[in-house]
């Protein structure tokens, strides 16, 4: 089924004790893509500047049957951030941002994408995120990603997006900031009260959580022996699990865990090496290895 | 099969955000005695001094199964700790101790102990936990728990007794220190080429891992609304796993992963009151439903 992600496009520089990349090819929407191409055709709705290089990050994202008929080229520059990850790396440090032509992005979606079935609002402002999601006609499963910052400082219009999505995507900060309450289960069933059929919750090396009214399902991080570069960990598992979701089209309890452990396989990968290093030489067979592995983990 | 468990018993004073208790039954061979008697009769090996009231205490236990011919009584005083948990709970702040009787705790194996086959050496010096080990005849399963000052002054001690030992318990923190290596994984590994057949790593919240030379194993946390009191999570977790590993007699790998379930189970109930009640309160039929309920969140 088609599969949308409306996000960010962005060259990062990158820092960690593994080393630095300067200026590659990033941002959420990216790398979502990226994470669900392993599975199925993604429709990429972003924009960049003019100091994207049509030849080589174009090529790139064709090469991995990533649609980009929605990717506005605009006067101006590409989003551009910059961090750096020290100690555990559980935490980025930004050392600078520059929105560049996306902070003036007003996503219009395309007429032939607005009966797309699977679509993933990337972190953004809620305002925006619902924007883009009101012109999806009728989608079969939306899920949405946020930050600290817009549940400081756009509380409401998160909560009213959050009532017509079916899953949000966090972690346990962002859950606990959300709800004021500490413990992520009791969190979780009153964020499930305001909408969602689904609470997808990621904690990095300790896994991820899948909890709906009736189902809690956990899963362990698979186990990776050096962590160079946790950019994009968290879009490329939400690239994995919808990227699955639309292939097989089947939202059964026993599908979406699934794709949990799928998501978590393309995150492993992901930060395995700096920005897309490590995606770009993983095959599909590999996913599936990975897959089996991490299944067995969870298997008595 | 016969289980044993030498280690610490002391009165305990806690507070967390949530109360304060003064004096309480616990230490780290009664917390591990609890847990293991909801599945098997278990012999403690322990000191205490004449402050240790006969009557209740000794009646609380014998009314578990929990035999205590083992439990030595001498002049002086008990075991005391005292200790404050804040914030996220994650670590203990240690007020006072008073060590007492236990300071010059030199255990003799009774006779009709040394043909035991299930040992638990809790936390204590390695030199007395080797001393203990080789008390016993033929063990067919030793675990071991340790802490950091052992890792940081008595290392040598340590690890002549963990080429030994069948499965050393311990958390992150404790393995990286003990290797020197970041990742979990890798420093089992290593771990594993000293002798041990099998690594237990605790991860509070986020469950516990079970590594082998072939098997890598992850369960999540039980999931608790409200953790009072993380006293004694580690031992009744050991507890838990060697009660039901000794009353079913199977060290199949199927057998141990779900031994890593029981033990979590027990502890899920532990933290959910201060020091030993709500194991008190807890039956059988209790632990199964919730042992049911885990297994359940990891199946697909």
Not at 96 to 125: D, T
Not at 233 to 255: E, R
């Amino acid at each position: 089924m088609s599969l949308i992600v409306v996000g960010s496009v962005a060259f990062d520089t990158i820092e960690t004790p593994y080393g630095k990349v300067e200026n590659v090819l990033g941002g959420s929407a990216i790398y979502f893509s990226y994470g669900a191409s392993f599975f199925s055709p993604i429709s990429l709705v972003g924009i960049v500047g003019q100091d994207f290089s049509l030849d080589e990050e174009l090529e790139l994202l064709k090469a991995r049957n990533i649609d980009i008929k929605g990717l506005k080229i605009e006067n101006g520059k590409t989003f551009r951030w910059s961090g750096r990850y020290v100690g555990d790396m559980c935490q980025a440090e930004t050392l600078s941002v520059s929105l560049g032509v996306f902070g003036k992005f007003q996503p219009l979606i395309p007429p032939y994408y607005r009966n797309c079935s699977y679509v993933f609002l990337a972190n953004g402002s809620p305002k925006l995120q619902k924007k883009i999601l009101d012109q999806i006609k009728h989608p079969k499963l939306v899920f949405c990603d946020t930050m600290n910052y817009w549940i400081n400082n756009e509380k409401k219009a998160l909560l009213t997006l959050i009532e017509q999505i079916d899953g949000l995507i966090v972690n346990n900060d962002e859950v606990r900031l959300l709800t004021g309450m500490y413990h992520t289960v009791t969190a979780a069933r009153e964020i499930l009260k305001w909408g969602p059929k689904m609470l997808i919750i990621k904690k990095g090396e300790h896994g991820a959580l899948l909890i709906t009214k009736d189902d809690f399902f956990a899963i362990p991080g698979y186990p990776i022996e050096v962590v160079r570069d946790p950019t994009g960990a968290g879009d490329s598992f939400a690239g994995g699990m919808m990227g699955f979701l639309a292939k097989t089209n089947n939202l059964s309890i026993k599908n979406l865990k699934k794709s949990l452990l799928y998501g978590s396989v393309i995150a492993s990968f992901t930060i395995e090496d700096f920005g897309l290093e490590k995606l770009k030489q993983t095959n599909y067979k590999q996913v599936e290895a990975r897959y089996q592995r991490l299944l067995s983990m969870i298997t008595l």
